[in-house]
């Protein structure tokens, strides 16, 4: 009888990087308790960037037709741009053209190795996930679609509303408190396609493109609970409600395939 030799390598723990050490804030949106972070040396930014890089060129060779990078909901590109979590004095801290430095080199890295037709990038300017705000999210918003526009990426997906929750028969829904803040954006990312994202449904998302306010809707809850959503808004059909109780969850299935198409109905 033959017998193998396997060997199992234990990874330490390591803290998660950032722009800053400081913990993270504990607001509506941090449903999670988490380590304090550990502030990214200059000296190691290159080489997160070539990680960016690395997942780019993988994707495209797996088939995918372009990525998306996340500057987005508090994570690591954001928590560079945004003044609220980044407290730095070297050169990507202070200044806005500072704080967004770390985000465009990746920009940059990334479309030299798949090319800026092929490359979106995800923002949300007013939105404070985590504790990651700014305190001129306009002029950040601003400069990211002009930098954004002038590197040629494919699109730039903008998340638009700030959204608190609001009790309604005994239903907890979102509404959008900050409505159409996106118009500089819009204005300044023109040679690409711009999307905008966050509580919309059909018909606002129909008077959005309509108005020429964006060229693009993103849709992400509706979507979910709905897998033929394109086909249900032709038809003007009922949607199915979604269940945020089956949101990151670890069940492969409940919350996320188990929705029912039209014709299942």
Do not use: W
């Amino acid at each position: 009888m033959m017998t193998q030799k396997i060997t199992l390598f234990c990874v330490p723990e390591q803290e998660p990087i950032s722009s800053t050490d400081k913990p993270v804030e504990k607001n509506e949106a941090s449903y999670m308790d988490f380590p304090v972070p550990r502030r990214l040396a200059v000296e190691e930014i290159p080489d997160i960037i070539n990680h960016f890089r690395i997942a780019a060129r993988n994707a495209i060779d797996a088939g995918f037709d372009g990525v998306e990078i996340h500057g987005a909901h508090g994570f690591l590109l954001e928590q560079f741009m945004k003044d609220g979590v980044n407290d730095r004095t070297d050169e990507y801290g202070g200044s806005l053209q500072n704080r967004c430095r770390f985000a465009l080199e990746v920009v940059d890295a990334v479309s030299a190795e798949v090319g800026s037709d092929r490359v979106g990038f995800r923002i949300s300017p007013y939105i404070s996930y985590y504790g990651c705000h700014d305190s001129d999210p306009d002029a950040l918003g601003v400069y990211m679609a002009q930098e954004l526009d002038r590197r040629r990426v494919l699109y730039c997906s903008a998340v638009e509303p700030e959204m608190v929750a609001a009790a309604t028969d005994g239903e907890t829904t979102m509404r959008r408190i900050i409505p159409h803040r996106l118009h500089g954006m819009r204005e300044a990312f023109r040679r690409g396609m711009f999307m905008v994202g966050g509580g919309y449904d059909r018909e606002a998302g129909n008077r959005a493109v309509a108005s020429g306010y964006a060229d693009m809707v993103v849709f992400g809850r509706l979507f979910l609970a709905n897998p033929d959503l394109p086909r249900r808004f032709q038809l003007d059909a009922p949607l199915n409600k979604y269940d945020r109780a089956t949101f990151y969850t670890q069940d492969p299935v409940v919350g996320y395939t188990d929705y029912p198409f039209l014709d299942d109905e």
